[in-house]
């Protein structure tokens, strides 16, 4: 079946250092792909998506490519912020249907 | 965009009660979802509401356990039923306003059974 791989966290890095969260999936067909961000205290928001191969999602100074080559789709920011501070999850949609496979989550801690 | 409104945000509950969470969003919505994310781990689809039938329930929830109703399009109801110290969760609603994949979530509602 279908199944979404993030790396382990916490993930802890010092301000301005350059993240990369690692997210590899298993689908059939060609799913869309998002990260999704829950800043403590708050709701899942979406952060960016990407809908077909070699597709960039972009947002807030993150960035994540659609490579279906090598069903990946790495989180990166080459700044990060002490506001960047929070729980990320790659999530993919194989069938356009809202029904979300999410990976574990990866707790990012960034610090001044 | 949408937004949601849950409740209760979070709650104490005693083993075999049943507790039913409210969902309530800012606008007219063909599909609601509900997914739970225990403690430490991802969020796992629940099932989808469907306005006018009955919920569609994923692989290993049943109906017995988690009632949903969704009178209307703006308005959805999960209740967890004979609640077990397992059902310690927290329990989002969720909805897709087009047909690009993106959810909306609420914030939650954290059930903790003792």
């Known amino acids: 079946g279908n199944s979404v791989t993030q790396m382990e966290g916490p993930v802890t890095l010092s301000e301005e250092a350059f993240l990369t969260i690692n997210c590899t999936y298993t689908?059939?067909?060609?799913?869309?792909l998002f990260w999704y961000v829950q800043y403590p205290g708050e709701g899942l928001q979406l952060l960016l998506k990407?809908?077909?191969?070699?597709d960039k999602g972009s947002n807030k100074g993150f960035e994540a490519t659609y490579r279906k080559e090598t069903t990946s789709f790495h989180l990166e920011k080459g700044s990060v912020q002490v506001s960047d501070s929070a729980v990320y999850f790659c999530?993919?949609?194989?069938?356009?249907?809202?029904?979300?496979?999410f990976g574990q989550g990866t707790t990012l801690q960034v610090k001044p | 965009s949408a937004v949601i409104s849950q409740k209760p945000s979070r709650d104490i509950c005693q083993r075999g009660t049943s507790l039913t969470i409210q969902c309530q969003v800012d606008s007219q919505v063909t599909m609601m979802f509900w997914y739970r994310q225990q403690p430490g781990q991802s969020l796992t689809l629940i099932a989808t509401a469907n306005q006018g039938s009955e919920a569609t329930y994923e692989s290993g929830f049943v109906i017995d356990k988690f009632p949903i109703s969704r009178p209307n399009l703006t308005f959805s109801t999960l209740t967890v039923s004979n609640m077990s110290p397992e059902d310690s969760s927290i329990y989002l609603c969720s909805v897709t306003t087009g047909g690009n994949g993106e959810l909306f979530f609420g914030e939650g509602s954290r059930l903790t059974v003792l």
């Open positions: 689908a059939t067909g060609y799913p869309s």
């Open positions: 999530a993919l949609d194989s069938g356009n249907t809202g029904k979300l496979i």
């Open positions: 990407a809908t077909k191969a070699d």
